[in-house]
């Protein structure tokens, strides 16, 4: 299996480059902004034909270079369809302060072949299995890409602005909702191995076991999950991603 993730853009957004193997077919995940440059060398470096983009959530730091990595390579893109309007209007999922501070004449368009996920599907693409999981809280529509363990390496999520390591994604933007993230959390990661490597849209990997032990918004999901859904408080939550 090959991973390689670089840091895309001023959002600092984790851009990931997945394959069998060097010199295989590939899966782009969250290409951000000013992607397109790193991510060229990296499928040059590594021989690699990509054959679709997956995007973990619609804000404009995870999806800023969709369009044009699709238009290049011709390839398509999937999102869940709660969060697809806004690859071409990412400012459906700002603050409206953000919206006229960042959107200075820039326009956004969907690429020509979009594809809407499906929670519990697997996607077979460049030769992986890859799991959709439904994870809203952060936006309406968020998921996480998660894949096998093998006899190499443990299973892995895509956590996209679900979970970082020690905290979580910010609910405070339009389609947020911070009892809705708690759940996710507790529906999608508490039952993972703890050994399943978390490569989030933000900051350093982690593991579920890591989180489950230390981050403390894991800690208050389980505890709810364990008193009911009726326990879930509202509240702003963190404010880690845009």
């Given at each position: 299996m090959l991973i390689a993730?670089?840091?895309?853009?001023?959002?600092?957004t984790n851009c990931y480059v997945v394959a069998?193997?060097?010199g295989e077919e590939c899966v782009i995940v969250d290409p951000g902004q000013n992607a397109v440059g790193d991510?060229?060398?990296?499928?040059?470096?590594?021989?690699?034909?990509?054959?679709a983009v997956l995007?973990?959530?619609?804000?404009?730091?995870h999806m800023w270079s969709v369009a044009p990595v699709c238009g290049a390579r011709g390839v398509p893109a999937w999102i869940h369809p709660e969060d697809r309007e806004l690859l071409s209007d990412p400012g459906k999922g700002l603050s409206t302060a953000t919206r006229q501070q960042m959107f200075g004449g820039?326009?956004?368009?969907?690429?020509?072949?979009?594809?809407?996920?499906?929670?519990?599907?697997?996607?077979?693409?460049?030769?992986?299995?890859?799991t959709v999981d439904h994870t809203p809280g952060h936006?309406?529509?968020?998921v996480t890409f998660r894949l096998p363990s093998t006899?190499?390496?443990?299973?892995?999520?895509?956590?996209?602005?679900?979970?970082?390591?020690?905290?979580?994604?910010?609910?405070?933007?339009?389609?947020?909702?911070?009892?809705?993230?708690?759940?996710?959390?507790?529906?999608?990661?508490?039952?993972?191995?703890?050994?399943?490597?978390?490569?989030p849209g933000h900051g350093p990997q982690t593991t579920i076991g890591h989180e489950r032990a230390t981050n403390p918004y894991m800690a208050e999901a389980e505890a709810a999950s364990s008193a009911g859904s009726g326990s879930l408080r509202h509240g702003r939550g963190p404010t880690r991603g845009l």
């Amino acid at each position: 299996m090959l991973i390689a993730g670089f840091p895309a853009g001023s959002f600092q957004t984790n851009c990931y480059v997945v394959a069998p193997a060097a010199g295989e077919e590939c899966v782009i995940v969250d290409p951000g902004q000013n992607a397109v440059g790193d991510l060229d060398d990296v499928l040059r470096e590594h021989r690699l034909k990509p054959v679709a983009v997956l995007v973990t959530h619609g804000h404009i730091d995870h999806m800023w270079s969709v369009a044009p990595v699709c238009g290049a390579r011709g390839v398509p893109a999937w999102i869940h369809p709660e969060d697809r309007e806004l690859l071409s209007d990412p400012g459906k999922g700002l603050s409206t302060a953000t919206r006229q501070q960042m959107f200075g004449g820039l326009t956004f368009t969907e690429p020509d072949d979009v594809r809407e996920l499906v929670d519990g599907e697997v996607l077979r693409l460049a030769g992986m299995d890859l799991t959709v999981d439904h994870t809203p809280g952060h936006t309406r529509g968020s998921v996480t890409f998660r894949l096998p363990s093998t006899e190499e390496i443990p299973d892995v999520m895509f956590s996209g602005d679900l979970l970082f390591a020690g905290s979580i994604g910010r609910t405070d933007l339009p389609g947020g909702d911070y009892p809705t993230i708690l759940r996710s959390l507790a529906v999608k990661c508490l039952p993972l191995p703890e050994d399943t490597v978390v490569l989030p849209g933000h900051g350093p990997q982690t593991t579920i076991g890591h989180e489950r032990a230390t981050n403390p918004y894991m800690a208050e999901a389980e505890a709810a999950s364990s008193a009911g859904s009726g326990s879930l408080r509202h509240g702003r939550g963190p404010t880690r991603g845009l």
